[in-house]
């Protein structure tokens, strides 16, 4: 099993539409979360960090369930250009791991 | 604001060829990782270094090495390569103490644009 696990997708969702995605942790020592967003061919780039209170940016909604290890992130009001693969990361004693990345598609 | 600049962008090498990649990161950033990425594969992590000495090592294979220099720059040397070396390859730089407090908001994982890496 991987530490980190994510529903590969693809999700195909409909513009303006509300999805949200799951991502567990198997290591409960797990320090801090992050989202980050990969377009096909480019780096990953860190979309959000994930604190213990939730947290809000715009559209975007990241959650941390410390009991159930698992992270969510919640896209309202989606856009085309939210198509993306969205890939679950998690630090853990310095060592960052990601997950496989769900992929996204916003259809017009 | 400087970002995480990689070279070669592209390189085309034969089998059994050597490649060197190279990574400059992010300035004051104390760490560097090379994670390799196959088509449609998440990145995998191969080898780490904090403060110039190696700090973690991932799935790196035998045949690939590398090191960080006195400049914080770091090289990742693929020898006797294979078609299945062919991926993007990506390092990244950060600063611990940004990626120990997440709460910071800071960038604490930042990407080069990646080296294409094709093995024919």
């Given at each position: 099993r991987k530490e980190v696990e994510q529903d590969p997708g693809p999700f195909n969702v409909p513009e303006g539409a509300t999805v949200a995605f799951n991502c567990t942790y198997s290591n409960s020592a797990s320090q801090s979360f992050f989202w980050y967003r990969q377009d096909c061919r480019k780096e990953p780039k860190l979309l959000m960090s994930v604190?213990?209170?939730g947290n809000e940016d715009g559209r975007f909604t990241a959650q941390l369930n410390r009991a159930s290890q698992y992270i969510s992130l919640l896209i309202r009001d989606s856009k085309l250009s939210d198509s993306a693969t969205y890939l679950c990361v998690v630090n853990r004693d310095d060592k960052i791991i990601f997950g496989k990345g769900t992929r996204l598609h916003i259809l017009p | 604001?400087?970002?995480?600049?990689?070279?070669?962008?592209?390189?085309?090498?034969?089998?059994?060829?050597?490649?060197?990649?190279?990574?400059?990161?992010?300035?004051r950033h104390d760490t560097v990782y090379w994670y390799q990425q196959?088509?449609?594969?998440?990145?995998?992590?191969?080898i780490s270094f904090y403060e110039k000495m190696q700090s973690d090592k991932g799935s790196i294979p035998d045949r690939f090495s590398a090191q960080q220099f006195s400049d914080y720059?770091?090289?990742?040397?693929?020898?006797?390569?294979?078609?299945?070396?062919?991926?993007?390859?990506?390092?990244?730089?950060?600063?611990?103490?940004?990626?120990?407090?997440?709460?910071?908001?800071?960038?604490?994982?930042?990407?080069?644009?990646?080296s294409r890496l094709t093995v024919l």
């Amino acid at each position: 099993r991987k530490e980190v696990e994510q529903d590969p997708g693809p999700f195909n969702v409909p513009e303006g539409a509300t999805v949200a995605f799951n991502c567990t942790y198997s290591n409960s020592a797990s320090q801090s979360f992050f989202w980050y967003r990969q377009d096909c061919r480019k780096e990953p780039k860190l979309l959000m960090s994930v604190y213990s209170s939730g947290n809000e940016d715009g559209r975007f909604t990241a959650q941390l369930n410390r009991a159930s290890q698992y992270i969510s992130l919640l896209i309202r009001d989606s856009k085309l250009s939210d198509s993306a693969t969205y890939l679950c990361v998690v630090n853990r004693d310095d060592k960052i791991i990601f997950g496989k990345g769900t992929r996204l598609h916003i259809l017009p | 604001a400087a970002g995480v600049i990689q070279s070669p962008r592209h390189l085309i090498k034969e089998k059994r060829e050597t490649a060197t990649l190279k990574c400059y990161p992010i300035p004051r950033h104390d760490t560097v990782y090379w994670y390799q990425q196959g088509p449609g594969q998440d990145p995998q992590f191969l080898i780490s270094f904090y403060e110039k000495m190696q700090s973690d090592k991932g799935s790196i294979p035998d045949r690939f090495s590398a090191q960080q220099f006195s400049d914080y720059h770091s090289e990742l040397n693929m020898s006797s390569l294979e078609l299945g070396d062919s991926a993007l390859y990506f390092c990244a730089s950060s600063l611990v103490g940004l990626l120990r407090e997440s709460s910071s908001g800071a960038n604490v994982l930042t990407f080069g644009a990646g080296s294409r890496l094709t093995v024919l």
